[in-house]
């Protein structure tokens, strides 16, 4: 984008005064603007101007080299308050993060300042949860209100007055405690990466606070509420202190880990802050807020923790004390807390993946479902007492096998534990964290393998294909691990546990599906998260250039597999005639069908029930799917000269546009098959959602669009190291152009923003080509429009040309069918104990019956005596015997309730068959 000269001259003087409202160097303001000049060109920058610039200035900043307070080390970008930045670029902090994540980006930054801003977001974020609970819930549920008083007031107009002591109130009391922990959280790296122990050691700051108060006999200090409930009326009494760190704790698992905080690394850090006289207390650890001892112990901490930020440079998260004494002072004793220097809400619930609504229950009434205490009991309730070794039952499927597979999986966790306890002391030093998460993980491990085992044995008797593969085994390891880690909150997300684990993304994703079948209660978020990581692996992970799916279609002898090739019978679409006929979701693969090789002339039922892997031949005799004009599908047999004539069309379904019956053809199957079908249908469903937003309604456009999607995949390399939303977003614009369809690409990324896997990534960092000089690989990226022009255009030209409307040369292409508008694949009946299901009643429309209306001290009487008749001629019936000779003349309420029992019989023999 090319500045104007008027527009740049404004934006120069809006980042002049930035930079002198921060008091920066030269250096950096020169260095800020080019940098900033150089992206605007480039790029183009959404939101307010200002931001960006504070992201140029930031970036900018951590090329500074500033010596620390004791000269010790040398640290980056320590000269410039990020608080103070954010302030005056009107950034909240959560905006502050995505937005240098992609400045990033197009800067092309060093990884080391990609890897300072993760972590830097993984500190601020987990902070800021805990103040939020910290000073909504926690504070105020064992202590005063912490609003200032005048007392308060007072001390801090006189805080430069040497004999004015701080006093001991329940503000003051508020600080001391939040800068108490974040100074033991300096002495602590974990605390800072991870959410649980950050508030295990707030549990303990708050309890030692308490005991203080306690021992001092400052009762007027605490909540009358908890004082009168759980102190003795006495102060004299003998009865023991209440502990807060149990008060606190929700189950007996964190009961444990947070006891073990207390005692091996919250009290040797306490005495050691009283050895070196930082905090004055005896050697109980008592006598910390006594009048003589608080002002200095006040003023102490406060010290150590400025020194330590001053030294590393880090943010100052005492920023969290203003700003919530400003909101105090502004709204009285509201102690709500606002994200940041900016008051914005708090961020929305992540979206939930469009493949995944199927698997998801009803919402569940907690209050807050994703809170980490709430995820942490869920997941030990997942455990459910089990150890980390096979149960008796899995033992005897064990011994059921042709080989026993107990050795083979005894190696796998040997290997991956040594994989994961490395990977995971390299982000935590602590070993028993590593062991406590793998033994978790273990035990979830023998769970999911018994559930697989004991489905697929109802399915099969040779369940061969998975008990002797390792891969599965791992698979269903890492995925475990995986769940672990996502509810114990661990700072590195999703790819790192495939990368720790050494374990190939498309490996990994086919024990996810199996693992959400399994009904083990797994709570929405983590369902909605297993299902994210599907989603991430088939939309680009699995298409790496490096990826193994690539050697397996070569290893098949067969090409990339066609939506037709891998969907099931029923699921495609020809005409628009059939594109309202809503097709039920198939049953989900079972393992078997999963982890089995790639099989060409092998082919299901041509209506498989649920679950089913069993295999059959093809038949003898063709058929043909038709639909009928009751809109029912009807299987009929084709004759010799049908097949004939087939064979002169192309010897395909579907050949000609018009043509509504469709060939069964064998289908692939195997692993490929299946990732490819999962692919189709999350393109199909994203697809279709950015048609709704666009309101595309032309089928042969929509046909046109997923032709040369497909082509795109099977005939070219356009996939590989890309991005599905990548491709999608260009056979839109492709097609649209051809067939003269007014639109812009800004509109297909406008609506790509609103699906919830929707990234700026995607269309601002795409790869374009990779450069090999000698022993040099360098790798093109920029955003997909310049993609779409340089690379994608130039591939399929040739092809697009065919499509376009009254071509000459498009009588030899064929257009590929739709998928068909696929219901919920899960029925919608609960099992609510064995053999006990519900199912929400299908709300039926009564046929349209005559409206009366009576209007009072208008209507004649006989408006009011016509609905009374019409009352009283549709009153209760006796009952009356239904008998065969009236099946025929059932009246349509009977027909709506049969159909009913039907329905209900057909979901009992599904779950029975699953």
Known sequence: MVLSSTTEDKLYKIHLDLCGKLNLDSNIITASWETFQSIHKNFGLEGEKLNWIGCSIYAASRNVETSTVDTSSVVRGVGLNLTTLLRHSNLSFSQFFDNITTWAKMAQLPDEFTEKVINLRTKFSITYNVFKTFSSRMFTEIFVSPAPNNTDMEANKHRNRKNRSIPCTPHKIFEFIWNLFIVLKTQEPSCSIELIKSYHLLYCCIDLAFQNVIAANRKELLNTAYAEEYLPYN??????????????????????????????????????????????????????????????????????????????????????????????????????IIESPRNNADPLTPGTPLTCRKYLGPRENVVSSTSVAEKMSRLHALVNNRTAAPSDNLKRI?????????????????????????????????????????????????KYIEFIFEKEQKISIDISAVVDKEIFYQGVLACCAEIVLYCYNFPKKFPWIIDALQIESVQFVKVIELIVRCKDNLFRELIKHLKWIEETIIESLAWKSDSPIWLAIERSGQPIPKNEDVALPGQLLYTDATEKQNIQCPASPSANDVFQSPSPQICKNLFPSPGQSSVQHIPKHAHAIILGKDKNIKLIQLTDSDKRNGNNRGGSPGLQ????????????????????????YLASL????????LDFVNFELKRKIWTIFEYSIRETDLIKDRHLDQLLMC???????????????????????????????????????????GETISEERGDLINFYNSVYV??????????????????????????????????????????????????????????????????????????????????VQGKRLLTEEDTESQPASKKICNRKIQSLVEDRLRQNTE
Do not use: W
């Open 731 to 773: 056979a839109i614009y492709v097609i649209c152009k051809a067939c003269n369809v007014n639109i812009t690409f800004a509109s297909i990324m406008k609506y790509y923003r609103y699906q919830p896997q929707a990234s700026s990534s995607v269309y601002r960092d795409v790869f374009i080509e990779r450069r090999i000089d």
């Open 794 to 875: 130039k591939v399929l030209q040739s092809y697009v040309v065919r499509l376009q409307p009254n071509s000459n040369s498009r009588s030899n292409i064929i257009l590929s069918p739709l998928l068909a508008k696929i219901r919920n694949s899960v029925s919608p009946s609960q099992a609510v104990i064995d053999n006990v299901f519900i199912k929400p009643l299908e709300i039926t429309n009564s046929p349209s019956e005559a409206i009366y209306n009576y209007y009072f001290s208008r209507s004649p009487s006989k408006d009011l005596k016509n609905i009374n008749r019409a009352i009283n001629n549709n009153g």
């Open 657 to 680: 546009p018009d043509q509504s019956p469709a060939t069964v053809k064998p289908k692939r199957t195997g692993s490929i098959a299946i990732i490819y079908r999962k692919f189709y």
């Open 686 to 693: 994203r697809l279709e959602e950015l048609y709704s937003h």
């Open 398 to 446: 064990f011994e059921s096998c042709g080989k026993d597979p107990t050795e083979t999986i005894e190696s796998v966790i040997s290997t991956i534990s040594e994989r994961f306890i490395g990977e995971y002391t390299i982000i935590n030093s602590s070993n028993d964290d590593a062991q406590s998460k793998l033994n978790i993980a273990i035990t979830l491990f023998y």
């Open 235 to 336: 102060s004299n009494s003998d009865l023991r202190v209440p502990c807060l760190v149990e008060h606190f704790c929700k189950n007996d698992t964190m009961i444990k880990e947070a006891l073990h905080m207390k005692v091996y690394v919250f009290g040797p850090l306490i005495s050691k802050f009283v050895e070196d006289n930082s905090i004055i207390a005896d050697k109980n650890h008592l006598g910390i807020l006594s009048y003589e001892n608080f002002d200095q112990n006040f003023r102490n901490v406060t010290n150590v923790y400025d020194t330590y930020v001053l030294s590393h440079g880090e943010i100052d998260e005492k920023i969290f004390l203003a700003e919530h004494k400003r909101v105090l002072l502004e709204k009285g004793n509201d102690t709500s």
